[in-house]
T-cell receptor, first 113, second 112 residues
Framework: NAGVTQTPKFQVLKTGQSMTLQCAQD?????MSWYRQDPGMGLRLIHY???????DQGEVPNGYNVSRSTTEDFPLRLLSAAPSQTSVYFC????????????FGPGTRLTVT | GQQLNQSPQSMFIQEGEDVSMNCTSS?????WLWYKQDPGEGPVLLIA?????ELTSNGRLTAQFGITRKDSFLNISASIPSDVGIYFC????????????FGKGTRLHILP
C-alpha cells in the first residue's frame, strides 16, 4: 500500500498560470479532502469529497476547483494562480465520512511568483 | 464560519514534564481528532474521540472529548525529545455536515 500520494512535491508557478495538483490513494477510501497550510494558520479545508462524483466546498474554496471521477483520485486545480495561493497543500483520505480518521499525503509546496 | 481555538499556541517545557493542551469551539462537534505533524511531513493521527466524556489513551498520550461537546483536551505524560512538533486538533460536526476542520496548532518545544 502506497497510502496517499501527492505529485508534484514542489512547484513554482507564475501569476496567471494554471496547474493541477494530483492526489491518489490506494486504500479504497470514500472520503478525501484538500487542505492548505500557511504559517500560523493551521490547516484550512479547501474542498472535500464524500465519494466518487460528489464534492463540496470547505472553508477557503475560492480559486480552486476539484472533481472526483474515481474513488482513487482527487485532483485540485488552480485555474489562474495568484501569489496568495503560495502554500503547502495536503491531500487526505479516510474510510468514510462517518469514520473521519484521515491519512495525509506528504504535501506539495507551491510558490506563485 | 466554524472555528476551533487551540491553546496554547506554543509551549516550552523540560524533558520529562507533562503537557496539556486544549481545543474549544462555539459549536458542537460529534467527533474530535488529535494529530501530530513533524517538520516537512503531513499530519499523523494520534487519537480519535467519538463520544462525549470519552477518555482515550495512546501510550503516553491521553485525550478527552468534553462533556459539552464543544471542547477536547490532549495530555502528554513524561515528555521526550521526539514529542517535539505541532499538535493539531480537528473536529467534525456530523449531522450532514461532514467537513473536518482543524485548529491552528500547538507547537511543542522541549528544552535540553
Amino acid at each position: 500500500n502506497a497510502g496517499v500520494t501527492q505529485t508534484p512535491k514542489f512547484q513554482v508557478l507564475k501569476t496567471g498560470q494554471s496547474m493541477t495538483l494530483q492526489c491518489a490513494q490506494d486504500m479504497n477510501h470514500e472520503y478525501m479532502s484538500w487542505y492548505r497550510q500557511d504559517p500560523g494558520m493551521g490547516l484550512r479545508l479547501i474542498h472535500y469529497s464524500v465519494g466518487a462524483g460528489i464534492t463540496d466546498q470547505g472553508e477557503v474554496p475560492n480559486g480552486y476547483n476539484v472533481s472526483r471521477s474515481t474513488t482513487e483520485d482527487f485532483p485540485l486545480r488552480l485555474l489562474s494562480a495568484a501569489p496568495s495561493q503560495t502554500s503547502v497543500y495536503f491531500c487526505a483520505s479516510s474510510y468514510s465520512a462517518g469514520r473521519p480518521e484521515q491519512y495525509f499525503g506528504p504535501g506539495t509546496r507551491l510558490t506563485v511568483t | 464560519g466554524q472555528q476551533l481555538n487551540q491553546s496554547p499556541q506554543s509551549m516550552f517545557i523540560q524533558e520529562g514534564e507533562d503537557v496539556s493542551m486544549n481545543c474549544t469551539s462555539s459549536s458542537i462537534f460529534n467527533t474530535w481528532l488529535w494529530y501530530k505533524q513533524d517538520p516537512g511531513e503531513g499530519p499523523v493521527l494520534l487519537i480519535a474521540l467519538y463520544k462525549a466524556g470519552e477518555l482515550t489513551s495512546n501510550g503516553r498520550l491521553t485525550a478527552q472529548f468534553g462533556i459539552t461537546r464543544k471542547d477536547s483536551f490532549l495530555n502528554i505524560s513524561a515528555s521526550i525529545p521526539s514529542d517535539v512538533g505541532i499538535y493539531f486538533c480537528a473536529g467534525q460536526r456530523g449531522k450532514r455536515d461532514d467537513k473536518i476542520i482543524f485548529g491552528k496548532g500547538t507547537r511543542l518545544h522541549i528544552l535540553p
